[in-house]
């Protein structure tokens, strides 16, 4: 039932370059789930987030230092192995330091045609934040109009608003399926499916979501549910960790990642002014930790989702390295505990050992259930 | 003449059974086999007491292992595989284990196998494997409420002792009891990677250290690791060791003093920790099978 979306995961690029014959546009790759895709979408142009491959590689010690998390080196990898030569042009919202680093390295070192660093603030607690971005979007919207030599009118801006709220609503319909006693849907379909979204035109996207709803609401899932799990943390689309987890007797039924519900969770609410509203929708977005501060408004927001889907156990990510999420795991840690959600904290890499990550997860579902042990 | 080469590392290998016990006359027949990714231990259980046990080295392949092990403590028993009514497979090659009934993490089974050896009233167990380390927190049933693994080095675990004892030539039942006998205790040597400690250790033997004091650095490099892992999840009392390093008392001593807490002892062998919950946990479940049935 998810075969698209799997074709798209893997074969993103074979998508992209399809789309470049059929379209008078480019492929804007994106850094960071932050970035304003509707402005790129209304300029003609496929916006694609750039993820890494999870493989070992070799090709980005002279330009990241090995401290910097492994999935922002993995992410420059793909530019520097040329896996990306269709792109045409980049834009990051500003993000964490480390992916800023591949953005930075990317335009220094793989040939393109435009790029653009986007201010997205980092203190989106403070009420002038709203302004300010809806400033720097209009330079974002001036830029990528004198790049494309075509104007981004607000009635585009507003109609691909409305294309990428209808995803959003899509994706939501799926995630409500997880909330089942024994959902319909594993949580490494979910996972392709969010990520694919990143990958493909959103029309393309919501069609198949149309498709498949109908008949995921009448699926009869294969296989017991098991644990109820949530994952949270760092950016993860590994298929193959998720893959595992749900192979020793438990499913992911939700999470707070960036690839996963943080993507879409909210929704573009029309007020008049589309510049404005397009800022506001990102600014209120469930919040990454770098712009989590010094109120942690992330924390409710993971608690909320871990009752509402009622998870047996959470289990924190971190990408080695990474610094934002790193601040956030142990407070993160003593919150959901103290809410009686017991904890299990993984630290990932380029590529996950599954062994010894096996036998953490096997262990931490021995404590969330095995009753019939004692 | 060359010298004889010595594998120092080599610990000896066993098996036990109790004479005392008749297995015919037990009601319930258990056993655990845990295949670590160092050493192999298969534990049989008559009605929930130990009856015999093997351990011995784990090979490459770990079906083998497990058969290895199991036979080798059926041996002299009369008992066969096919008269144990349940086994539960542990250690890193717990799913290897073909004759098993079912897989449980070590995890798990040090919890409850150090239920049985150190009391219900212990709280705290550090498993100091061959190739890792875990600190685990239980309740009074042995059931684990948290826990954590070393990551990435086999620094502060059973196999990094191995190539301390090689390097040395020194036996590795020696070990602990040589590295006390200093008189004063050296600072540690790196303990985030054993090929860094060994480097650091051979240009301590060039400098004209003695090799009790290279094996005291290494023990308090080892100990001071492992503090730091039990001071992140939090040390409750009673506190317990399990696994091959628990028999080294230069570790040991330095763990409990770096620590201020004393280790509770017990008459049974360390190893068997993982094996021995292992069988605990297939008589709770056969005994729950057998219920059902009914």
Redesign the interface.
């Known amino acids: 039932m998810f075969s698209k979306f799997y074709e798209w995961y893997e074969k993103r690029h074979d998508y992209a370059r399809d789309w470049l014959s059929k379209n008078d546009g480019e492929v804007v790759g994106c850094f960071c789930s932050y970035a304003p895709e509707e402005l790129i979408y209304a300029a003609g142009c496929l916006p694609m987030r750039v993820l890494g491959s999870h493989e070992p590689q070799d090709v980005t010690e002279p330009h990241i230092f090995g401290m910097f998390c492994p999935f922002c080196r993995d992410v420059l990898a793909q530019g520097l192995k040329g896996r990306y030569d269709y792109m045409k042009g980049i834009m990051i919202a500003q993000s964490c330091i480390h992916l800023r680093q591949s953005f930075t390295s990317w335009r220094n070192h793989v040939p393109v045609d435009y790029s653009f660093y986007l201010y997205m603030p980092n203190k989106v607690q403070t009420e002038h934040a709203r302004s300010y971005y809806a400033g720097e979007l209009v330079k974002f919207r001036d830029s990528l109009q004198k790049w494309r030599g075509r104007e981004i009118t607000d009635d585009a801006l507003r109609e691909t608003a409305e294309l990428y709220n209808e995803n959003r609503r899509l994706m939501h319909e799926v995630y409500d399926l997880r909330k089942q006693p024994n959902p319909p849907i594993s949580g490494r379909e979910a996972m392709v499916m969010v990520a694919s979204s990143f990958f493909v035109d959103k029309k393309d996207h919501n069609a198949e979501l149309k498709r498949i709803l109908p008949e995921l609401k009448s699926r009869t899932p294969d296989r017991e549910c098991g644990a109820r799990l949530m994952i949270v943390g760092s950016e993860n689309d590994d298929t193959e960790f998720i893959k595992m987890v749900e192979s020793v007797g438990a499913t992911v039924v939700v999470d707070d990642h960036c690839t996963g519900s943080r993507y879409f969770w909210n929704s573009t609410q029309f007020n008049g002014d589309i510049m404005q509203d397009i800022a506001n929708r990102y600014i209120d977005r469930p919040p990454c930790p770098t712009k989590d501060w010094e109120r942690r408004d992330r924390f409710p927001h993971v608690l909320k989702l871990a009752q509402e889907f009622n998870v047996d156990g959470v289990i924190t990510i971190q990408q080695k390295f990474c610094d934002p999420h790193e601040g956030d795991m142990v407070p993160l840690k003593e919150y959901l505990n103290s809410n009686d959600f017991p904890t299990l904290f993984l630290?990932f890499d380029v590529t996950v050992p599954l062994?010894?990550m096996r036998?953490?997860v096997?262990?931490f579902l021995?404590?969330v259930g095995?009753e019939?042990?004692? | 003449m060359a010298e004889e080469k010595k594998e120092f590392w080599r610990w000896k290998e066993y098996n036990w059974h109790d004479e005392t016990k008749d297995w015919k006359s037990a009601e319930t027949i258990t056993a655990g086999v845990d295949v670590g990714s160092v050493s192999s231990q298969a534990v049989i259980m008559l009605d929930g007491e130990l009856y015999a046990y093997s351990n011995m080295r784990t090979g490459s392949d770990s079906p083998d292992s497990s058969r290895k092990a199991m036979d080798w403590a059926l041996e002299g028993t009369g008992l066969t595989l096919e008269g144990i009514h349940f086994i539960v497979g542990t250690g890193y090659g717990r799913v290897n284990v073909p004759f098993a009934n079912r897989a449980i993490t070590e995890i798990a089974c040090h919890a409850r196998g150090g239920n049985m050896m150190y009391g219900n009233t212990v709280r705290t167990i550090l498993d100091m494997g061959g190739q890792d380390c875990k600190a685990i927190l239980c309740d009074e049933r042995g059931k684990v409420s948290n826990f954590l693994m070393n990551d990435k080095c086999a620094a502060g675990t059973g196999r990094g002792m191995e190539v301390f004892a090689d390097l040395l030539a020194v036996p590795i039942e020696d070990v602990g009891e040589l590295s006390l006998d200093v008189e004063e205790e050296p600072p540690p040597v790196s303990s985030t990677c054993v090929v860094f400690a060994k480097s650091e250790a051979t240009s301590l033997l060039r400098d004209g250290w003695s090799k009790k004091r290279v094996l005291a650095a290494y023990c308090l490099a080892m100990a001071s690791r492992v503090v730091g892992l039990l001071e992140r999840i939090g040390v409750q009392k009673d506190f317990a060791i399990t696994g091959g390093i628990a028999k080294n008392t230069g570790v040991v001593t330095r763990l409990e003093r770096e620590l201020g807490l004393k280790a509770l002892q017990s008459k049974y062998d360390t190893q068997i920790a993982g094996a021995l919950g292992a069988a605990l946990f297939a008589k709770a479940l056969v005994e729950k099978k057998r219920k059902q049935a009914v």
């Open positions: 630290e062994g010894p036998i953490r096997e262990a021995e404590i095995e019939e042990l004692f």
